[in-house]
């Protein structure tokens, strides 16, 4: 088998510290509904990528395990230290938790993480690894019984890969969410077809590249799968040696959608009063989600809005309350 790759995204800047809510977690309306979501807490991410700092100060009570498929660290299974920084800035969007009055905050800051490496200091690996790794997922099990709830992939190739394929439908039939990055070699068209996997797949929840102006990024890929859109343009988020750094790519959209999921689980989960399947959960997903006013191949269902239900009850109440007292006036009319 060939080798995949990091689906290629650019740092814009690094930080020694800083102390926010990224923009990004703000525009999927995260924070609306950390209450009642309880900030995603009992949820477990996998995060299939270049491994995590495990004691950044807003990650290391986040991580509760994890595993190293590369040839990195000598091979060692039980070290899945981040050398690239990819993957540590991917795991502060989905759950990033300060601990101290410095830093930033996740989509999901009470959620954990399950780092699995798969690609290396350089950013490529064996398929055989990113298929071992999703297997891994599936298969893990906490010391209390925790399973695995969605997988995160933020890589990608050219190639379908039959084993990539099975793993992925073992996942879902699994009822495990696989969230996937779209890719980034789009060409600024959005009747023009550009093609990464696992993203490709019909399986997964690909996910496509917006700007803070709700703009589709010029570098996403478009294509007839896309299935939602999130930031992904100049992203805060977690970084190397304790460091924060703002990177754009759907490599950093996707996070903001595997955080997301663990939201949505909980929200939708207490309302039914029982564990959703993976389709119903991706059913709850899409409700919150709203056009941006772009074809389906480049925004796909359209941009989350984690909180847009909430706001509809809102103005559906705000409707009837201005509705009943006019009905009263034409009762009393009628009487008379």
């Not at 992925?168 to 009747?191: L, P, W």
């Not at 999130?230 to 977690?238: D, F, M, Q, Y």
């Not at 990177?247 to 997301?260: D, E, K, R």
Request: aromatic share 8%.
């Amino acid at each position: 088998m060939s080798k995949i790759r990091l689906i290629p995204y650019e740092i814009d800047e690094i930080f020694e510290t800083t102390t926010e809510v990224p923009e990004g977690v703000h525009l999927i309306q995260a924070p609306d509904v950390w209450k009642e979501a309880e900030q995603g807490k009992g949820n477990v991410i996998a995060i299939i990528d270049t491994g995590c700092q495990t004691d950044h100060p807003d990650l290391k009570e986040r991580i509760i395990g994890g595993r190293n498929f590369t040839d990195d660290h000598n091979g060692d299974a039980n070290n899945y230290e981040d050398n690239n920084g990819h993957g540590t800035h991917v795991a502060g969007t989905i759950a990033a938790s300060p601990m101290q009055d410095n830093g930033v905050y996740g989509v999901a800051p009470s959620a954990d993480l399950l780092i699995i490496k798969v690609l290396s200091e350089e950013g490529s690996g064996e398929y055989q690894w990113i298929i071992d790794g999703i297997h891994y997922a599936i298969d893990w099990q906490g010391e209390n019984g925790e399973k695995v709830r969605a997988i995160s992939m933020s890589l990608g190739g050219p190639s379908d890969i039959p084993e990539l394929y099975e793993a992925i439908k073992r996942a879902t039939d699994e009822n495990i969410s696989v969230v996937c990055a779209a890719g980034n070699e789009g060409d600024g068209r959005h009747d023009t077809d550009e093609l990464a996997y696992p993203g490709a797949y019909n399986e997964v929840i690909q996910v496509g590249a917006i700007n803070f102006d709700k703009e589709i990024a010029p570098f996403s890929n478009t294509n007839n799968e896309i299935d939602i859109v999130a930031p992904g343009v100049n992203i805060l988020s977690t970084y190397l040696d304790s460091k924060y750094a703002k990177l754009s790519g759907t490599s950093m959209a996707t996070p903001h959608i595997s955080g997301a999921l663990a939201l949505v689980a909980n929200i939708s989960e207490k309302q039914f009063k029982r564990k959703f399947t993976e389709a119903e959960l991706f059913a709850q997903l899409v409700k919150r989600t709203v056009p941006i006013g772009y074809p389906k191949s480049a925004e796909g269902n359209g941009l989350l809005a984690l909180d847009i239900l909430r706001q509809f009850e809102k103005l559906f109440e705000s409707f009837n309350q201005t509705y009943k007292p006019a009905h009263k006036v034409r009762a009393a009319v009628k009487r008379s």
